[in-house]
């Protein structure tokens, strides 16, 4: 059960940075994108076809960061230039991207079970500094053996690279650049009037939320060990939903805070799924029904909890005035009986 | 001459060759000099608004030529020509971005002359700038520079859009009936600020408006449109005899005899 929360928790911190290039488009640029099916695996199978030949991991990963960019840069140029709907371009570039990720690795899915990727080589680096050995015998040493994970090292990779993908995202947002592309999304008519270019604005702020959607696939193909065409369906409505749990659960107050809520929101996502994954008569392929239920209650209860607070709050002001005009009454009537008793 | 804005026989017609087409400005020149303040007023569908647009670069004229100090922006893009022009527009809440605070709005119109990178937008530095432009508007918006500009009412967002269109002093400001969706207290406090503004900056304007008393009080000329035409100008001198009642006569001779020759047209 520990064991599998844990690694529950990593695989979060992983979607945590698709996540964020989610909420850069969706909230940021107020743009719901599809592409993110697609773009997801893009960065999956070229950071695969990649290591297979040879190339350095860290290299193939930053490459599969750049081919998500240009992704989205398509999408964007579709939607401004080609005047397309927004919904409707990111669907056209998801349908192509399919094809173009079967091209690019060549077959539906590529192992890399025997490969050198980020993840092997930052746990060998992590075996050599002997932290695990340590946690370990500390937690032994209070009795709690069964509750040790194989390593901590994945862990803090994952949570330090999210968090400081996020602090850039938070420093991004608030140059001259990234205020424009927040009023892009927020108001175009005043940043229009204010001599930005919202057609370039949408361009890149899709390009970067590709990236990181990217990004993330290349991770997840080396922490699964394998790239599949497949591994991107859906990936959206994760997106989402680790948004829209995050903001119900941490709020969105800022910047520094939503992106935080982010992060938070991918690994609790990650945790419900798993959870549920548990229950005896769910299976794997149920998973996509648990995350529409999920996103659906994440979106209906917090109007509900307001709607019961409203009416308890108005119940509350009933009986005041109700209680006030008693409490006025006796006093007249005390008034009165005073005045009697003056005569 | 030093003339900052220019309108060359600007033309423009909506709708071309259907049932609805609509000569939207036909053939007009206007010239504003440096500091002048010019109110302009006119009916619904005058094409007051069209004049707008097509100065600040939402529309291109079908024919004619803008110039902004002395240089050709007919073709430019809206974006680009707004490094030139600061515009107020009739909705309070078109003018600011709802969920970015005040110091981020402000930090917005503070690069819109510049071309925009990745240095922070709100600094010490910047921020003290804003503090004290804020302050000149008297609204107490100053002591709230992290508030969101959606909590703000009407008045002062329309405030704040105001001082984010003059601060980084553009070459024309467009005021495009900036008064018009106010209770009439907070638009008497935007008209005066419009004049504080424009008299302490010198700033070129061309206001449109419907109040005709507005377009009295403000501004040193004065034009009246009527269907894609200026139909009266009135200059400095001319402007300062000039009534309510002498404009709406005024208004009433050029309309009516407009219309009587229309009509002796179709007898």
Known sequence: MFTAIFSSVEAGAIYALMALGVYLSFRILDFPDLTVDGSFVTGASVAAIMIVSGANPFIATMVALVAGFMAGCMTGLLHTKGGINPLLSGILMMIALYSINLRIMGKSNVPLLSEETVITKFSDFWTNLNIDQTIGSLFASIGLADYTPKTWGILLFMIILAFSIKGLIDAFLKTDIGLALRATGDNETMIRSFSANTDTLKVIGLGLSNALVAFAGALIAQYNGFSDVGMGIGMIIIGLASVIIGEAIFGAKNIVRATFAVIGGAIVYRIIVTLALRVEFLETGDMKLITAIIVVSALVVPKLVNQQKERQRKKKRLLESA?????????????????KSDL | MNSLLQLNQIYKVFNEGTPDEKIAINHVNLSLNKGDFVTVIGSNGAGKSTLMNLISGKMFPDIGQVKVDSQD??????????????????????GTAPSMTIEENLAIAYSRASSRGLSRGVTKKRREFYIEKLESLHLGLENRLQAKVGLLSGGERQALSLLMATFTDPKILLLDEHTAALDPSRAELITNLTRDIVNETNLTTL??????QQALDLGNRLIMMDSGQIIFEANEEEKSKLTVEKLLEEFQRIRGSKMSSDRSVLV
Do not use: C, Y
């Open chain 1, 323 to 339: 209680l006030r005009q008693n409490n006025s009454l006796e006093k007249s009537g005390e008034q009165l009986a005073a005045a």
């Open chain 2, 73 to 94: 922006v007919t073709t430019m893009k809206e974006h680009k020509r707004s490094r030139l022009i600061g515009r107020v527009f009739q909705d309070p809440m078109a």
């Open chain 2, 207 to 212: 206001m449109v408006t419907h109040n005709m």
